[in-house]
């Protein structure tokens, strides 16, 4: 049997010229022989964590990945799973929408089942592991509720009353059947997150898709595609392949209005993160085509604060005081800044209880970082 | 009386390279369904009977329309069973 002899750094390689499948103008390179066995389990294996399953299977049935008929069956064996994962998240989404529904809160879908239906060929392309919702800051408290009363547990309690309102990103819970709901009121915590203006993504025309007969609403293209960027950027570090994918295939679907995405970028001063987002994607995936989002990606340069603010999310860097400490410049007011602040250093007992239990230290040097940057300017 | 069947609205869907991934709402099982099956899925957007489904079937199949019928038949029960199609009664 004729195979090809992989490195580990190939199989990265290789999982990412999976995630870069069908997009016109990746340059990335497939090997043009079946894999041995050990490298099939390994590429399989990082698939599986990376969610990209319906990718693997569209290449090699369409033979742009050579793979031996064990191979072929163990990509559809792997995706049948992750499709039937799929499915049951869809049922707790439309379950979680008619809580919201019936408490009176109007929800958009966030991410995973959104994008897959709304900007991907086919929904089977794009696996998700969670159900992410939008709410409004004023109905984050009656969302918990509305979750709480349906069964979910919160992950974590807020740090004190009013805190998901007005600072969070928003609230996690499990289902009673051990899937996540992440409920969002922004994009990310920190400070890009309290820059984004909320409103921006309320005033818009939503998009519809359709489940289960059901119409169901998500945010606007160019909404979604923001939301990508930020996802990339500021969500796990280093970036996941998905949300590369995402930013990719909704730029070079070519159904968002470039001119939104940049009123949007100047209205939430996001342009370091886009930029960042669309620069990372374009040399993760191998995309050789400029277009003009990437055009303007390759051209912004962050300033010094951008950096810094850019940095506190980075593995490493990152922690909760560093992004707290971030966050208290982007909050107008002083009264709203020492709201946040009272709220992280006082937590509620619960809220303690709850957390990992090196926190009460590192809220304590939140505080000094914050202050010590105030002193110094 | 006859029976047709139809696509039950209430089900999520996705499709596979060797089939569909289906799940009826209220939420019980998935059901997984290959070759064959996903035919059904497609012919069944608007009601058919059984009969119809065998004759255009029987192309595809290169086999009788009745002998298609007959073989199909349980398979569409089944899918009616677990709540993916309806069974509408014809009087």
Redesign the interface.
């Known amino acids: 049997v004729t195979t090809a002899d992989v490195t580990a750094t190939e199989i990265a390689a290789l999982v990412r010229a999976v995630a870069a499948y069908g997009l016109p103008g990746s340059l990335l390179e497939r090997p043009q022989q079946p894999l041995g066995t050990e490298d099939w389990s390994a590429l399989l294996g990082e698939v599986r964590r990376q969610r990209l399953s319906g990718l693997l299977?569209q290449a090699v049935?369409d033979g742009a990945l050579p793979a031996h008929d064990l191979q072929v069956a163990e990509a559809?064996d792997l995706?049948?799973r992750a499709?039937?994962s799929?499915?049951?998240l869809?049922?707790t989404l439309?379950d979680a929408l008619d809580a919201m529904s019936a408490a009176g809160v109007e929800a958009r879908v966030l991410k995973g089942s959104a994008v897959a239906h709304l900007d991907y060929p086919?929904?089977?392309l794009r696996s998700f592991g969670d159900v992410d919702l939008l709410v409004r800051s004023d109905d984050v408290d009656t969302a918990v509720t509305a979750l709480t009363e349906a069964g979910c547990r919160r992950r974590y309690p807020q740090p004190r009353p009013g805190f998901d309102a007005h600072f969070g990103k928003g609230a996690s819970f499990w289902t009673p059947t051990g899937e996540e709901i992440d409920l969002h009121r922004t994009f990310a915590m920190g400070p890009w997150g309290l820059k984004i203006q909320l409103e921006d993504l309320w005033s818009g025309e939503p998009s519809t898709f359709r489940?289960?007969?059901r119409a169901v609403r998500a945010l606007g293209a160019e909404e979604r595609f923001m939301h990508a960027c930020y996802h990339t950027v500021l969500g796990d570090s280093p970036p996941r392949l998905v949300p590369q994918r995402d930013v990719a295939q909704m730029i070079l679907n070519g159904r968002i209005n470039t001119d939104r995405v940049h009123d949007l970028v100047a209205a939430w001063n996001g342009e370091a993160v886009v930029a960042e987002a669309v620069r990372t994607t374009w040399q993760t995936l191998g995309i050789a085509d400029v277009v003009e989002l990437s055009a303007w990606a390759a051209g912004y340069v962050p300033s010094p604060r951008e950096r810094h603010d850019l940095e506190v999310y980075v593995e490493g860097k990152a922690s909760y005081a560093a992004k707290s400490a971030a966050a208290v410049r982007a909050i107008p007011g002083v009264r709203r800044k020492l709201s946040f602040l009272m709220a992280l250093t006082f937590p509620k007992r619960s809220y303690l209880a709850d957390r990992h239990s090196g926190l009460a230290r590192r809220l304590g040097q939140g505080m000094a970082q914050v202050f010590s940057r105030g002193e110094a300017q | 009386m006859t029976a047709v069947y139809c696509r039950n609205e209430a089900v999520l869907v996705r499709r596979t390279p060797d089939g569909l991934v289906l799940l009826p709402l209220p939420r019980r099982q998935v059901v997984t369904v290959t070759g064959a099956g996903s035919l059904l899925w497609d012919l069944l957007e608007e009601p058919r009977s059984v009969e119809q489904l065998g004759l255009l079937l029987a192309d595809t199949f290169a086999a009788e329309p009745e002998h298609i019928a007959r073989d199909i038949a349980p398979v569409v029960e089944d899918l009616a069973a677990r709540r993916v199609l309806h069974r509408i009664e014809l009087t």
């Open positions: 299977v049935v559809v995706h049948t499709m039937a799929t499915v049951l869809e049922s439309l086919d929904p089977a489940l289960a007969g």
